[in-house]
């Protein structure tokens, strides 16, 4: 059974820093690519970030560009998402989603995260 | 303002069909990339509902169906049941900037 188990998330300032995890389990981690997408409450689901299976290639949304670092550990079936300058408007659940096998969407998702960036 | 444009909310008694729509344009839906639908029952992640247009996951009950024509796509659902009632994304990809995965804003389906 795929798992996806996300940890990390929690109270920060503006401008501090938090870092995410995802722990993978029942399938080949190293064979998927893998995603970041966030939901801020009350609001739609946003893509953030993807990596392939590799973790070579990464790409990110233009609102988190320069801020937020994609990463994998495939020995440890583990994804992490490093976020800098945190702003308010990055307070949201992240979830961490596997990409589709030949599809470009996300076949399974974490629980979530919450993420809340105040002062 | 989401890339892709869902109405904000939809509503059928049980048993009846509703439609949710989902509209892109050329560097999206139109473009020829596949339109994926999700379900968010309430206090819970995102569930793979239809993928590639109008394909089901296994385990995804046939009243749901998908169809896409042109920059836009429709997911039907029939007999519709109580637990039927969350809220639906459509999802794309769109080739007019960087890579990026696209979402619309949501629909919220309440069951009369």
């Known amino acids: 059974e795929v798992q996806l188990v996300e940890s990390g998330g929690g109270l920060v300032q503006p401008g501090g820093s938090l870092r995410l995890s995802c722990a993978a389990s029942g399938f080949t981690f190293s064979s998927y690519e893998m995603n970041w997408v966030r939901q801020a409450p009350g609001k739609g689901l946003e893509w953030v970030s993807y990596?392939?299976?590799?973790?070579?290639?990464?790409y990110y949304a233009d609102s988190v560009k320069g801020r937020f670092t994609i990463s994998r550990d495939n020995a440890k079936n583990s994804l992490y998402l490093q976020m800098n300058s945190l702003r308010a408007e990055d307070t949201a659940v992240y979830y961490c989603?596997?990409?589709?096998?030949?599809?470009?969407?996300?076949?399974?998702w974490g629980q979530g995260t919450l993420v809340t960036v105040s002062s | 303002q989401s890339v892709l444009t869902q109405p904000p909310s939809v509503s059928g008694a049980p048993g009846q069909r509703v439609t949710i729509s989902c509209t892109g344009s050329s560097s999206n839906i139109g473009a020829g990339y596949d339109v994926h639908w999700y379900q968010q029952l309430p206090g819970t992640a995102p569930k793979l509902l239809i993928y590639?247009?109008?394909n089901r996951p296994s385990g995804v009950p046939d009243r749901f169906s998908g169809s896409k024509s042109g920059t836009s796509a429709s997911l039907a659902i029939t007999g519709l049941q109580a637990e039927d009632e969350a809220d639906y994304y459509c999802q794309s990809y769109d080739s007019s900037l960087s890579a990026s995965w696209v979402f619309g804003g949501g629909t919220k389906l309440t069951v009369l």
């Open positions: 590639g247009n109008s």
């Open positions: 990596t392939s299976g590799s973790g070579n290639v990464k």
């Open positions: 989603a596997r990409t589709g096998s030949g599809w470009q969407n996300f076949d399974y």
